[in-house]
Every structure is written in structure tokens, then in C-alpha cells.
């Protein structure tokens, strides 16, 4: 039995089974015991629930801590707070006697509507050969208080859509890039092309440096350094650089910051500034507030048009999350077009959407002009 965060875990779902337990009789002690320490559920028969904490943890990307999980079932409660990669492993380890037992290995998830995984793969499929998607509201739940009903119906926006009318076909507000079409991203079939490195440099112990290759408009690798200094960082641009014969105008990094650094290292690299004026577009600038808004703007098109394509599964749902943040700012505002700031986007993921940033990196040489943009930069420097 598992969530996101073993202390909510605790505080909610187990809470439920137990009050479900005694509704049926089933009384702590005699039938079953529970060690709060270990996270154990122990039956009378020895069965057990083993209580998992299924959050995403830096330290273990590969969830090697359910290496050894040996289970005949499991549940996961609010999967929506679970990776994909999480449920993934968790799924796989169901193996536990049941062909001694004859038995069907089973996952049952719990959700409310998000835009995720589980909206491509039971939403949007409601029924496979594996799978089934079943649908509540809460008018169908006999045990929830008029009390709670009533806090929903006060809801307004999306929570309402989602919490209340338990809606899945919901647009985030300002959102520039469709869902469906992020998805289509690792389906979408391209010609390669040039090489380019897109990459995003960070301090140490302060979000990641994230190095982004691509092939034409295909992301082909994704490579996330943890803690290294920008002499680290601009060797391994290097290294990438020479075994992938990529040049180096056509490497660009954000420069703002410790990134300065890795751009006087790499000579002959463009450097980025996401608050630089924006390009010129047919000889004449557009309306955009900055560079990093026009290149905003421009990724939200070509994606929305299924004219960019990842061939790796490499960090696959923080993509999605990250590119579904890239929002319009001040819609009603006839001024100059503009995204909302980095603060919110971080607010919104708990962290620096440092692989969308190497992706609005990467329409620098799409916008209409690129040949003179060099001598563009350096007159505005």
C-alpha cells in the first residue's frame, strides 16, 4: 500500500483502513497487528501490508529501494502524486506465489483528474486487455458528509473542474502548449538533422545542470549533472561536442549566473540570455518583451504543430510537467507578448524547469533570420 509521502500515507490511508477494518469486525489485536515503526500490517494468517513511501528521491532514480519488494497485490492511493517509473516498478514486483496460488497479479490505483500519465493511459484508453478505468464522482460515494459536498460545490476554476465534476479534458489556464500535443512528442516521426547542444547551467547544490542533444528538432539525449562546477560542466559539453561532431555555433548556454563561465570556456558557443531583447524576425523585431518570451512562443508552435520529436524516455513525465507551465502572462494585456516568470513556474513544480529551459534554448536558430543573429547579439551587447 503505498503514496507519494509515507506520512500522509499514514495519516489518511491507513487511517481509512482502519476505520474500515473495524466497521467490519476486525479488531487490532486479534486479527491483525500493525508496527507503526516498520510500516507492517501482520494478519492473524501472517499476511502482510507493507506500507512504501513512492516518492520520487534524487538519491534513487531507479527506485532500487523496491528492488527487493516481494508482493502479490498492491495499491496505490493519490497516483497522481506517483511517477510513472514508480507505479512501473512497483507493477513489476507483483510476483509473489502466484502461481502457487493461481492467482492474477493486480495494481488498483486512486486518483483525482490530472493530466498525466493516468489521463493517457486509462482516460484517454479507458479499457485494454490489462486494464480498466472506473469512474466516480462524488455523489457516488455514500460515506462522504454534506459537510465535504459542500466545500467542493465553493470550489471555482480548475479544482472545481477537477475536484467536483471530476472532469480530465481541462486546459490550464494560459497554457501555450497543448497536452495531446507534448504527448505526441515521442511519437512524432522527424528527419534527423545537424547536431545541436542545448544546456542550462547550475551552481552547486542549486537545481541541476541539465545538457540537452538534438538531432535536427529531435531530442536524442538528455544528460543531468548533479553536483559539478562549470569546469565539469563545459568538459562534458566538450567531450559531447567532439564525439557527436557537433559545432560549436551550434551550442548554446544560458549564461546568466555561473554559466557565464562555461561560455568563456567554450569558445565559439552562442550564449543565452533569457531577458536579452528578442531576435529580429523578417528585418523587424516582434512583439515580444523578451528573447525568452519569443522563443517561448515559438517552441509552443512547433510543438503544437508536431514539428519536434524525442526519442528518449529519459525523464518523460518531469517533460510533460514542465512544458505544461510554459504560460501565457498578462493574456488580456495588448502590450508586448510575454510568459510568465521562472518564480512561477517553480512554484507550481517545486522546482527549476531546467529541461523546458533547453528546449526554448533550442528555437534560437528556428526564428526567421537566424543568419544575422550573431551580429544582431553583439550590437545589442
Same mark, same amino acid.
Given at each position: 500500500?503505498?503514496? =507519494? ?7 489518511? +490511508? ?18 491483525? +497487528? #500493525? ?15 507493507? @506500507? ?27 497516483? =497522481? ?21 493461481? @492467482?492474477?497479479?493486480? @495494481? ?5 483528474? /490530472? ?9 484517454? +484508453? ?14 457516488? $460515494? ?54 545541436? %547542444? ?34 565539469? =560542466? ?53 512583439? #515580444?518583451?523578451?528573447? !525568452? ?5 515559438? @517552441? ?13 524516455? +529519459?525523464?518523460?513525465?518531469? %517533460? ?25 513556474? !517553480? ?17 534560437? /536558430? ?9 551580429? #544582431?547579439? $553583439?550590437?545589442? !551587447?
Amino acid at each position: 500500500m503505498g503514496r =507519494a509521502v509515507l506520512k500522509r500515507l499514514k495519516e489518511t +490511508t491507513l487511517n481509512s483502513f482502519f476505520d474500515i477494518a473495524t466497521d467490519w469486525g476486525l479488531k487490532s489485536g486479534g486479527f491483525f +497487528t #500493525y508496527n507503526n515503526v516498520a510500516g507492517i500490517i501482520t494478519f492473524y494468517n501472517g499476511s502482510e501490508i507493507i @506500507l512504501k513511501d513512492l516518492y520520487s528521491n534524487p538519491s534513487d532514480p531507479n527506485f532500487d529501494s523496491l528492488g527487493s519488494l516481494e508482493i502479490t497485490g498492491a495499491f496505490i492511493d493519490e497516483c =497522481a502524486e506517483v511517477s510513472e517509473r514508480a507505479k512501473s516498478i512497483v507493477s513489476s514486483r507483483i510476483r509473489y506465489k502466484l502461481k502457487q496460488y493461481d @492467482l492474477i497479479p493486480k @495494481l488498483l490505483m486512486t486518483c483525482n483528474p /490530472w493530466k498525466g500519465w493516468g489521463y493517457r493511459d486509462f482516460y484517454k +484508453t479507458p479499457r485494454a486487455d490489462h486494464r480498466a478505468f472506473i469512474s466516480a464522482r462524488v455523489e457516488d $460515494n455514500d460515506f462522504v458528509s454534506e459537510h465535504y459536498k459542500i466545500s467542493l460545490k465553493r470550489l471555482v476554476g480548475l479544482d472545481r473542474l477537477r475536484l467536483l465534476e471530476g472532469k480530465w479534458e481541462y486546459e490550464l489556464d494560459g497554457a501555450l502548449i497543448l497536452y495531446d500535443s507534448i504527448l505526441d512528442m515521442w511519437t512524432n516521426e522527424l528527419p534527423s538533422g545537424k547536431g545541436y %547542444i542545448t544546456a542550462d547551467i547550475a551552481r552547486y547544490g542549486r537545481d541541476s545542470t541539465v545538457i540537452v542533444r538534438w538531432e535536427g528538432l529531435n531530442v536524442v539525449q538528455i544528460l543531468e549533472l548533479g553536483k559539478c562546477s562549470v569546469v565539469e =560542466a563545459a568538459d562534458t559539453i566538450r567531450q559531447m561536442k567532439r564525439d557527436h561532431n557537433i559545432g560549436m555555433s551550434r551550442i548554446i548556454i544560458d549564461e546568466m549566473g555561473v554559466g557565464g563561465g562555461v561560455v568563456d570556456m567554450l569558445q565559439g558557443c552562442k550564449g543565452y540570455v533569457a531577458n536579452s531583447p528578442p531576435l529580429p524576425e523578417s528585418g523587424e523585431k516582434r512583439n #515580444y518583451r523578451w528573447i !525568452k518570451d519569443q522563443c517561448s512562443f515559438k @517552441l509552443a508552435d512547433m510543438i503544437n504543430n508536431a514539428e519536434i520529436g524525442i526519442r528518449v524516455d +529519459t525523464a518523460k513525465q518531469r %517533460i510533460i510537467d514542465e512544458l505544461e507551465t510554459i504560460k501565457q502572462d498578462k493574456i488580456e494585456y495588448d502590450g508586448k507578448k510575454q510568459v510568465e516568470g521562472k518564480d512561477k513556474q !517553480k512554484e507550481s513544480l517545486g522546482r527549476s524547469p531546467d529541461i523546458a529551459d533547453c528546449f526554448v534554448m533550442r528555437m534560437y /536558430w528556428e526564428l526567421s533570420g537566424s543568419h544575422f543573429h550573431e551580429a #544582431y547579439l $553583439n550590437r545589442i !551587447k
